[in-house]
């Protein structure tokens, strides 16, 4: 599957934000050499909450599928009378499925019960060798109560026998026979010995593993050559299921959990492990995934250099502004970028110095267009020629630098996670499960101690397929 990467008016859009900083400050409050304290990262969590709507063709097409042929079988079973009867108990074509209520289920389960009925050992048993064979069909009604435990087994705390679905009797050695008692009894004798009274039923985990080893695998991002990797590791999961009449099975699957970074040569090879199950209360239908992304300041120095090195702004029509070098370092919770120039002038004038630059980077995700408000800038070292004509000139490059630091993302925006969204895309034998609107913002811009941290958020929604 293809790994998400950023198209390149992503990547102009990323280093445009970091060329301006966090936060737009006067130019006399501006001190390069100021220690100011760095601000904290948040945590980067994601959290998703998917209702199922189940219906009970697909529940009931399960059932049959993963139910045996063979339900249980009984031997030297005794009839009264001095009878015994060897038995199969076998499924006999299609279950059915219908919801009572909220939490109880009725099932109609065909029933075959095949065999022989003979007499018991000894005595005329010895002179009559022959035995009864016995093929009958029956469609027993039965209503249980499934429950999901947190361990994420399966059980049923309720099994109750309403209607055995038809009348089992024969006749051997001129006695009429009504089986139908002992074929109640034997179904409620192995519901409560092989239902009732085992709470870890059937596991679900390995089927919900399967599903989660394939969206919770890590990953690798890469924004302009530079490769991360990206975990999640889940801290809950959480669950509400409940039928519903005429329609099937609701299910309200949440999970929540924390987004970690690894070297790109040392990603996990497979997804963490699930949490146990924990109640749901949350109803709606969202993904939300917070990706962070990080910057050493030498790799700042080096895109912003890749991506402004040798352009020339005009100042007047005599000097145009050209920066030669960035050096990128925290400046509390705004980033700070002292850029070396020149000012050369198509007369053959030359002025040198260097800029403290700090901005306010605004994105609107309504018109997708990142711009920048409140740029401001100081002058850091330089001739007293450079400063007077940087003062002088300081409206012209600060509207054309106004100017260059706006990029409508459109389409793009959306697009730069287009691997995530094949990631979080599923085709089962049940269902298939896609994603719906992604969209991808910005949360933040964060100078640390060793480089500037870039959250980003994704959101989008999904949508169910059943089979």
Known sequence: MTEPTFPSEIKRALIFWIVTGILAVSCKSLNPTASLPLPTVPSTKSSLNIPLEIPFSTLTAVANRETPTLIFRQRGMDLGNGLVGDFDFSRNGKIQLRALDQQRLEVVFPL???????????????????????????????????????NWYLGISE??????????????????????PLVRQEIRRFAKQELTSKPNLLALKPLMESVWNQMGKPMIVEVEGKKTGLSIRPDSVKLREYFQPNKGLHLDLGFQGQVQVHPAKALPSRASPLPTISANTDASN???????????????????????????????????????QFRTQAYGDRLGITVAFTALSSKGGELIGELFLVGQPVYDPAT????????????????????????????????????????????????????????????????????????????????????????????????????
């Open 368 to 467: 997708q267009v990142l711009r920048v408000d409140n740029l401001d800038f100081v002058m850091k070292s330089g001739s007293a020629k450079a400063m007077l004509g940087t003062m002088i000139k300081k409206g012209k490059i600060h509207r054309q630098l106004s100017q260059r630091m706006k990029m409508p993302l459109g389409e793009t925006i959306g697009e730069s996670l287009k691997g995530l969204q094949g990631r979080l895309s599923l085709q089962t034998s049940v269902a298939n499960l896609s994603i719906q609107g992604l969209q991808i913002v910005p949360l933040g811009f964060y100078p640390t101690a060793t480089g500037l941290a870039i959250p980003l958020k994704a959101t989008a929604t999904t949508a169910i397929q059943w089979k």
């Open 159 to 180: 099994f109750e026998l309403l209607d055995l679905g038809g009348k089992m009797a024969l006749s051997v050695l001129g006695i009429e026979l009504d089986l139908s």
């Open 286 to 324: 969202q993904i939300e995934l917070q990706l962070p992304l990080e910057f050493t300041y030498l790799e700042l120095d080096a895109l912003i250099q890749k991506s402004f090195g040798g352009q020339s702004i005009p100042m007047n029509k005599t000097y145009r502004f050209n920066a030669t």
């Open 112 to 150: 075959k019960i095949q065999g022989e009925v003979g007499l018991k050992p000894g005595g005329i048993r010895n002179l009559l060798q022959s035995r009864v064979p016995i093929n009958q069909s029956l469609a027993p009604v039965f209503v249980i109560n499934p429950q999901l435990q947190s």
